[in-house]
């Protein structure tokens, strides 16, 4: 009879001694043979945004040698690659969660040209408030996103193919539109009535901090243009958007129970739906996430240049895998890091932009990328495995 009338088995359940057995002595060093133990550098190698982060390191350390006195590494230069990997790096999380979860979006490169569309044509031909027309294409964007979830869902037919065609759909209507109203392929204006507007000013348009970039320019620590005004005004507003959403997105996949419901459906649907998980849910909520993403992509970038392009966003969607992938993420799904993703991003916006610093082609840009790819894709089933057999 144990404490309070409670029976206790008399074998052990957990693999300690039994009664009467004398437990080894400690510190004979005696380990149970079932427990494998890693090496804190096994541990790390098995994070998915190692590779990420060892590649940025990299790549700094190769633009460190080879454009160091360029001015890459000034302010100014700084804010320009900074800037390259912010737009890639709010598509990425959208991408990211939507890849861990098991499924692709195509369709993101259109939905930023149409996205700016949206914006633009009620803006310049309908008088609308810019924060209206904001609003509207965000709606009709998230919309679209669920459209996009809701077929791949009903008809189980390949995100790919989906999404594929909505890829064909929303790059022709947008080039219909902006004919349409503009006889022409480009709107401009926009961004002299973003300027006006105090929301949109305040969200979207120009750069943050900028009273505290005229000081550091006054003390001497920003360079000065003989007008009296910092060379870097402040930071791009496209800058912060970045951070807080992968912030968001990180915590939102680490600590909560929507996160580990994103992992275990990328991992295996069906054996998740048996145990309760909302997957259509899941999944047609990941694609309104992409969609946002295009579309806050879209507002940020109108509001920045001035006018919306129906060739906008050409070939982003791949990009955003690319960078999704150069992080951690699998191509199959349930496995995966937000944080690898914004530094996959931040390899891109380095590169794409260092290399123009140095004496190197532009053209090899592309080659570069192809081989970070292939490489993450390598390192991942590498990873991959030896989880696997772990």
Not at 49 to 60: K, P, Y
Not at 209 to 235: C, E, S
Not at 313 to 322: D, T, V, W
Request: net charge neutral; hydrophobic share 55%; glycine share 12%.
């Amino acid at each position: 009879m144990g404490v309070a009338g409670k029976h206790f088995p008399s074998h052990p359940q957990d693999g300690s001694a039994q009664d009467g057995a004398t437990p080894p002595p400690a510190g004979t060093g005696a380990a149970d043979e079932r427990v494998r133990r890693e090496s804190w550098f096994g541990h790390l190698l098995g994070r998915p945004e190692f590779a990420a982060i060892s590649g940025t390191v990299l790549i700094f350390a190769v633009f460190a040698i080879g454009a160091g006195g360029s001015g890459m590494f000034d302010l100014d230069g700084v804010m320009n690659w900074s800037q390259v990997a912010a737009y890639l790096g709010i598509l990425s999380v959208g991408a990211c969660l939507l890849m861990i979860a098991g499924e692709f979006d195509l369709s993101i490169g259109s939905m930023i040209g149409f996205a700016g569309m949206m914006v633009a044509i009620p803006t310049m031909y309908f008088h609308w408030p810019i924060a209206l027309s904001i609003l509207f294409a965000f709606v009709g964007c998230i919309a679209l996103g669920a459209l996009n979830g809701y077929l791949v869902m009903r008809t189980r037919l390949p995100s790919f193919i989906v999404t594929l065609a909505f890829m064909f759909i929303l790059r022709g209507l947008t080039l219909a539109l902006s004919i349409m109203f503009a006889d022409r392929t480009i709107v401009s204006g926009v961004g002299d009535v973003a300027k006006e507007d105090y929301l949109t000013n305040l969200l979207f348009h120009g750069t943050a901090f900028k009273g505290l970039f005229v000081t550091l320019a006054h003390m001497g620590i920003v360079k000065m243009l003989d007008n009296g005004q910092p060379l870097v005004p402040g930071v791009p507003k496209v800058i912060l958007w970045w951070f807080v959403l992968t912030a968001i997105g990180a915590f939102v996949l680490a600590k909560t129970r929507y996160g580990n419901w994103i992992l275990a459906v990328g991992g295996d649907a069906n054996a998740a739906k048996n145990v309760g998980v909302p997957v259509k849910r899941i999944k047609i909520s990941l694609f309104m996430l992409t969609a946002f993403c295009s579309c806050l992509f879209a507002v940020l970038q109108v509001c920045d240049i001035g006018s919306a392009a129906a060739d906008r966003g050409l070939q982003k969607e791949f990009e955003a895998i690319i960078a999704a992938v150069i992080g951690g993420t699998l191509l199959t799904g349930g496995y995966g890091s937000v944080i690898g993703a914004a530094f996959g991003a931040l390899i891109f916006g380095v590169v794409q932009i260092g290399i123009t610093y140095t004496n190197i082609d532009s053209d090899w840009f592309r080659v570069f990328l192809g081989m970070m790819l292939l490489m993450a894709v390598l390192f991942n089933h590498y990873v991959r495995r030896r989880v696997a057999q772990s």
